[in-house]
């Protein structure tokens, strides 16, 4: 039985043998042809097969085997995909716990903040809660900063905490601005921490978003937060800032940004950088913001001024044509992109500038009262030849809030500028100035000189009003070649004497006569009888503000050179007729007691019903016959003596005639008191 059991043991053995020999032969038929060759019929090839004979030599010696290694291979393939699935496995749960763990906290947060953002909870309750969320959020403020729901808690923390609070907050979240001012929801709280850093933690944001500035005006989120920097920084720190957008130079060595010279043609000549380079550095910087259309900051408008400072005619066309039409509506809010929507009205073809007057449709009103926005206005009511074009999208939207615009402080002014144009007494000397900007490399006088470089004149350092070069003196300074290049960014045309005011400050742009361009959109649009009957309506209360007196005053004494006489010479009676009807009412006795001022005892009415007096002698009849006339005693004293005493001091003889018998009696007993300068004899 044992000699059989042994027959039997051995075939077993020869079974597993020629099995592994089979698992090998098929394992290898699963190989690659270039580690695996094909067998071959040679006979000198079947020897190959005889290294397979013994197990025990095959796991002693596995490195002979050239199989064994492919096998070997195998099954780190195979570990290597477990350690992938479970480490998978493992991040996955480690996530889930996460936001586990950040979802319980947010509740937490969330309940805190429901208590501490009342307004009626004490400040110590408030405190507490404060700190109590500080020290929950701590560690993780970054991660909170950006989180949709918590990052609100964080802005209330900030709010109310104190201020070791805030500059523990500060420290944590540093390193992470760059990060954050692009995140859609942690920027709310970088501005924040902006507005209540320190000026050494200022100047440590801002030179952390060094060499990111151009990135940042790129981005929608982050633009905001380096234009919240741009505003919150001292002039030093706004220039380097800006510096960065000029040249490759100026972005990579701090140094030299750290210049006194605020206009780039000036850091050009001082630096001796390459024009052409500049040009295409800053090119390279403004055309990705305009083509996302991100215009609506300060810092943006500089750099585009700048940038027409130095461009050539192709160069300051094309950044022109491109801000025509409706994108140019979101730069005009400051004194900038004012300047630039100037410049486009000024140098943009008439297809250019209808697409900038219909794009402002819906608007006209909020830009009129706008401070830098009005100037706008002003120019294309200045410039643009086509006035049914203004009538239509312009002057219309401007009928409905007549009474608003004269009573504010800049929707006036495009109203004063069509009764008196370019009138010192309503535009200070930038006003006017702003009104001759211009693109030297654009203007047709630029371009007629043969030989002339094309550079534009910048008025952003040094305001052409405010230049000590006399006016008479600018035209030889322009024509000098050196003056042309280092040229300011306004241009205010040569004058003589004898010029007219408004001749003297005219806009330049337009073809038409200015005369017949104003009767178009004044009279012929509606414009000027509308606003007789708004002043008519409300004589009063424009009489004593102090801006729509200017109004009422131009309007009654029917505007420069008489533009409403001819046509609105019935409605202007009325008018007259409407302030002496407000100057006949009695005086009263308790005025302390009255609920409304005297016009004649305003300080505002008294003084432009003087002005019409003096300017006016239709309405000094009128007022005279109406209103003053055997009444001159009661109204000689206070501020109701200047309407009285410019009776006097008219230049009109049939109003001196009118008021000599009563006035002189009371000159003669000192009860009205007459400058001595401005009295006049007795047989004039």
Not at 108 to 113: G, I, K, Q
Not at 275 to 280: I, N, Y
Request: aromatic share 4%; proline share 3%; net charge positive.
């Amino acid at each position: 039985m044992a000699a059989k059991n042994q027959k039997t043991q051995k075939p077993k053995k020869r079974k597993q043998f020629s099995s592994s020999n089979i698992d090998r032969d098929s394992s290898t038929s699963k190989k690659p042809k270039l580690l695996a060759s094909a067998p071959s019929k040679s006979p000198s090839n079947k020897p190959l097969k005889k290294p397979f004979n013994s197990s025990k030599q095959k796991r002693e010696h596995p490195s002979h085997s050239k199989f064994k290694k492919l096998d070997s291979g195998n099954e780190n393939k195979e570990l290597t995909k477990r350690e992938r699935r479970i480490q998978a496995k493992e991040l996955a749960e480690a996530r889930k716990k996460k936001r586990k763990q950040h979802y319980t906290l947010e509740q937490e947060l969330a309940s805190l903040w429901e208590k501490m953002r009342r307004r009626n909870i004490p400040k110590e309750d408030r405190s507490k809660l404060i700190t109590e969320a500080l020290q929950k959020m701590k560690g993780k403020i970054p991660e909170i900063a950006g989180s949709h729901v918590s990052s609100r808690v964080l802005q209330t923390c900030v709010k109310y905490c104190s201020q070791t609070e805030r500059d523990a907050v500060f420290s944590e979240l540093q390193p992470h601005f760059l990060t954050l001012s692009c995140n859609a929801y942690a920027v709310h709280l970088v501005k924040k921490m902006l507005d209540a850093a320190s000026k050494k933690q200022l100047t440590g944001v801002l030179s952390s978003l060094r060499g990111h500035v151009a990135s940042l005006l790129r981005h929608m989120v982050g633009s905001v937060v380096i234009e919240h920097a741009y505003q919150l920084g001292n002039a030093t720190q706004k220039q380097e800032l800006l510096m960065e957008l000029y040249s490759t130079e100026l972005h990579l060595f701090k140094d030299l940004a750290s210049i006194k010279e605020s206009r780039l043609i000036d850091v050009i000549s001082k630096l001796g950088l390459q024009k052409s380079s500049v040009l295409r550095h800053t090119s390279s910087v403004i055309q990705p913001i305009l083509e996302k259309g991100i215009v609506d900051h300060s810092m943006v408008h500089r750099v585009l001024v700048e940038y027409l400072s130095i461009a050539d005619q192709s160069s300051a066309a094309d950044i022109i044509q491109q801000l025509s039409g409706p994108l140019l509506v979101r730069m005009i809010h400051t004194r900038d992109g004012s300047k630039i929507g100037m410049l486009c009205v000024k140098h943009g073809s008439a297809k250019e500038r209808k697409k900038i007057i219909k794009g402002m449709k819906g608007h006209i009103s909020k830009i009129a009262h706008d401070q830098c926005g009005c100037l706008v206005l002003v120019g294309i009511v200045s410039m643009v030849d086509d006035t049914k074009l203004i009538t239509k999208f312009v002057i219309r939207e401007l009928l409905a809030t007549l009474k608003e615009l004269a009573l504010d402080k800049s929707g006036r002014r495009l109203l004063l500028q069509l009764l008196h144009p370019n009138s010192s007494r309503y535009l200070n000397s930038d006003g006017l100035a702003f009104l001759n900007l211009s693109v030297l490399s654009l203007s047709a006088k630029n371009n007629s000189e043969a030989g002339s470089e094309n550079i534009l004149s910048d008025e952003s350092g040094k305001e052409a009003a405010k230049s000590d070069i006399p006016e008479e003196n600018l035209d030889e300074e322009r024509t000098k070649e050196e003056a042309t290049t280092n040229s300011d960014m306004t241009e205010t045309k040569s004058s003589k004497s004898d010029i007219p005011e408004e001749n003297l400050y005219s806009a330049e742009g337009g073809k038409k006569d200015p005369s017949l361009r104003r009767k178009e959109l004044l009279v012929k649009s509606g414009l000027a009888e509308n606003l007789v009957d708004v002043c008519i309506e409300n004589a009063g209360e424009l009489l004593t503000s102090n801006f729509g007196k200017e109004v009422i005053f131009e309007v009654a004494l029917g505007g420069s050179d008489g533009i409403l006489h001819p046509t609105l010479d019935e409605k202007l009676n009325n008018l007259h007729q409407a302030i002496a009807a407000l100057a006949a009412k009695p005086k009263s006795e308790e005025p302390e007691e009255s609920e409304e001022e005297h016009v004649l005892e305003n300080f505002h009415s008294s003084r432009t019903i003087r002005k019409l007096v003096l300017d006016c002698p239709a309405f000094a009849s009128t007022l005279w016959n109406k209103s003053l006339e055997g009444k001159c005693q009661l109204w000689a004293q206070g501020h109701s003596s200047k309407v009285v005493s410019a009776f006097w001091e008219s230049s009109d003889s049939e109003v001196r005639k009118m008021a000599k018998e009563e006035l002189k009696p009371l000159i003669d007993g000192g009860i009205l008191k007459i400058p001595e300068n401005k009295q006049l004899a007795d047989e004039d």
